[in-house]
């Protein structure tokens, strides 16, 4: 069965979180209101919220996650790996954590750590058949690399910090800026206990080579 996000009521109301961090609401987000006569006065806090509301696919109707995502970059979120793929679009108001700011980009770690992800994923497998080293999470043939290479690991941390360290190498080969920087939630992740960035704990096996 294929389901979407429906905008706005496909977002729970319950299932809330919180970031000292403003976005500016847009059609589909929950607490978005087109009706601005009944706003506040105030011009610079219309429509404008520090809260998110999860999916209630992840909320309620999913118990188990098998996460999915493509290997590639994300220019404001550093790569759009294991962490971007459960968390930007599986909630409402997000551009404010997809900015390019050191603490929009550690937030993922924070939001991903919610018990309605964390507890939920029992598996990655990252498509890295055709990656892509820049210009995602939007596709752009140009950046595109015939990778041929599937990782699947239960530790979202470690293939997090893998492609990342490749995309970086291919970057450096393209005379490319580096984006470590805005993929600072990786090792954040790791401090929070959700996986290993460390290289020397990662154990990397082939199959089938």
């Known amino acids: 069965q294929l389901k979407a996000i429906a905008p706005r009521d496909g977002y729970d109301p319950k299932a809330v979180l919180s970031a000292p961090l403003l976005g500016k609401l847009v059609w589909g987000d929950f607490d978005y209101r087109a009706d601005k ?9 219309e429509n404008t919220s520090n809260i998110s509301h ?3 696919i992840v909320s309620t109707e999913v118990t188990k996650i ?19 793929n459960v968390t930007i679009p599986n ?18 770690a924070e939001i991903y750590s919610n018990p309605l992800i964390a507890k939920k994923v029992v598996f990655n497998l990252m498509d ?10 939007q596709s752009q043939p140009n950046y595109a690399m015939h990778h041929a290479t599937l990782y699947a690991s239960k530790d979202p941390v470690a293939l997090d910090a893998i492609a990342l360290k490749r995309l970086e190498q291919w970057r450096l080969h393209a005379s490319l800026p580096a984006i470590g920087h805005t993929a600072d939630y990786v090792g954040f992740a ?4 959700l996986g290993n960035a460390a290289a020397n704990r990662i154990e990397i096996k082939n199959i089938g080579r």
Do not use: H
Not at 66 to 74: A, G, Q
Not at 93 to 104: A, E, I, K, L, M
């Open 190 to 193: 790791s401090a929070l206990g």
């Open 37 to 45: 006569v009944k706003m506040p006065i105030l011009s610079d806090t």
């Open 128 to 137: 890295g058949l055709i990656a892509q080293y820049a210009g995602g999470p």
């Open 91 to 108: 909630i409402d108001n997000w551009r404010r954590f997809s900015q390019g700011s050191r603490f929009g980009a550690e937030s993922l």
């Open 54 to 56: 999860f999916s209630r």
């Open 66 to 84: 098998i996460n999915v995502p493509v290997m590639s970059s994300s220019e404001p979120n550093g790569i759009a790996g294991c962490f971007y």
